[in-house]
């Protein structure tokens, strides 16, 4: 899905990417143009309308962006597609206030820009907030009908947010806020069960009457979202507590720097080893033989060579103590793919990056 994402620009040094699926707007204008009859000058206000939306749209997402700046979280970029924007953090803070703060932060913008237009409104026309109709996308030509579809489209998206259902705003902010009294992990629990619960409403009214067939479909969006986030925050809650302690494979050979590589590759072919740690002969760590060699040298069947002349200097360690979160995070930042766990100057195990990732994958969370 963020496959095909192109950048259109930078701002407060975010880049920001448009998806190609948004040539289904351009589609969709034509299309409600069309088959409306607008004039030139309707056609055109409308494509001024849906510009000024994902302009909201992208400032809500500077929202959480620069909030998120103040707590030292840069963006990695904003993406817009059509069913919406997503701000891509680097982290998600621990801190649930932190988390409160830049969830808030979206909506803000955008009852910012209603109260803004609500006053503007008030001072220069006469007559309601809203549009005299929704529905009659033609009123877009009069400027006084903009601004109050725009005010509309605002108090909406600050609505909409705020829904309590993850993947949305609303989800974040009631999941901090029960963050404080409960914890991380219960209160995404709590959240993903009212976020689900809200959904299965949805989709109910939904069924009851077809006038809600949107509201339908926005309840199977949320619902599947819940269930995704809520796997990603349990298996974030199985990293960050498990120790290495925990999970190290303390039955490992040592190869010496003195080994050569027919021997490495012997234990290598039984299967139960991929990735080496190579000791001096004071049995310190010297570095690292990573599947990846060895894998090269089997299918080059060099002449032995000894392990000393290839060994790999992409080698860790860190502490029983350490969380698996640590060690995951450290393994794919340096490019290592085993880690040395030690206590003082003994080592007491390894792990191996095969068995994290396998980890992951069974899903043991
Ligand atoms: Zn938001």
Redesign the pocket.
Known sequence: MWKGNIKIGRVFQIPILINWSFALVILFIFYASTTRNFTLQESIAFVGYVLTLFLCVVL??F??ALMARRYGIETRDIILSPIG?V?RLESIPEDPKKELMI?VA??LVNACIAVFLWILIKMIYEGGMFPSSMENLRLLVYPSEFIRFVFAMNVALFIF?LVPAFP??GGRILRSLLSIWVGHNKATTFATWIGKGLALIFVIMAIMNSQYIVLGMIGLFIFMMAHSEYRNVKMMAFLRETKLSDIMEEEFTRIALSDDYDHVLNIYNKGEEKNFLVFNAQGQIVGAIPELFIQDYKKNQEETCAVSDRISAGVGVMEPENSLYDAYRFLNAEGISILGVTLGNTIQGVLDRNMVERLIKKGKY
């Open positions: 809500h997402e929202g959480h924007g701000a969830a979206g909506p947010n949305m705003d």
